[in-house]
């Protein structure tokens, strides 16, 4: 019996120990993420109105996604009635999400200074996706929140499957507060499945 099951980019580091585990469920929230702006968890890009007085900042993070089916193989010479499931390297897709983070601060004072963050706020985020070679859209998302802390995150499945190897990618990404601003950026992204190939051959015994 095959089932799909979803693991995270950072599954192709330590597929090999990891693979005799596949009978867990694993989800793409769980693994490592591309990031704009770069640097550490909190690093984030931000803009000040034109009075000084009100900042919006953002992250954008993109979640790849593998997705994989198992098959049942043979246990090892001698015990072969010791079946196990082991993933089908021809059955890798990958299914993105979009991970978005925001802070909305209010100087209370001073321009640029004594900042709180306070209330409740609109926040739109928006993403495509799109094929570097054409520039054409392979996904995107768009959600508008009302009632938003000043300091949140949201992650919008992408709902698109992304074949292995098609080349590279491109996601241009918004996050908005009305009458603050809006942050953009792009994040390159390369649709290569090699790493998880020559991970599942390892696992089968292959190479």
């Keep these: 019996m095959k089932r799909t099951r979803t693991a995270a980019?950072?599954?192709?580091?330590a597929a090999v120990a990891a693979l005799p585990a596949l009978g867990q469920?694993?989800?793409?929230?769980?693994?490592?993420?591309?990031?704009?702006p770069a640097g550490g968890e909190k690093s984030m890009k931000s803009?000040?109105?034109?009075?000084?007085?009100h900042k919006v900042e953002g992250q954008f993070r993109l979640y790849p996604g593998v997705q994989y089916k198992t098959v049942?193989?043979?246990g090892p010479s001698g015990a072969p009635e010791y079946e196990r499931k082991a993933a089908d390297p021809k059955t890798l897709a990958w299914q993105p999400s979009f991970d978005f983070g925001w802070a909305v601060s209010d100087s209370t004072l001073?321009?640029?200074?004594?900042?709180?963050?306070?209330g409740k706020h609109p926040i739109v985020v928006h993403?495509?996706?799109?094929?570097?070679?054409?520039h054409a859209k392979a996904a995107e998302v768009h959600k508008e929140l009302t009632g938003q802390p000043a300091t949140g995150r949201v992650r919008v499945?992408?709902?698109?499957?992304i074949a292995c190897d098609t080349g590279e990618y491109t996601v241009e990404w918004s996050v908005t507060r009305s009458g603050y601003g809006t942050l953009t950026g792009t994040l390159p992204w390369n649709s290569s499945c090699e790493q998880y190939r020559t991970a599942f051959s390892t696992e089968n015994g292959k190479v």
Excluded at 127 to 134: I, M, T
Excluded at 157 to 161: F, T
Aim: no cysteine; proline share 4%; aromatic share 6%.
């Design 127 to 134: 993403a495509v996706l799109r094929r570097s070679s054409d």
């Design 72 to 74: 049942t193989r043979p």
């Design 25 to 36: 469920a694993a989800t793409a929230a769980d693994g490592t993420y591309l990031q704009d």
């Design 157 to 161: 499945p992408g709902g698109r499957r």
């Design 110 to 118: 001073v321009k640029k200074a004594v900042t709180t963050k306070d």
């Design 47 to 53: 803009q000040w109105t034109k009075d000084e007085m």
């Design 9 to 13: 980019l950072a599954f192709a580091v």
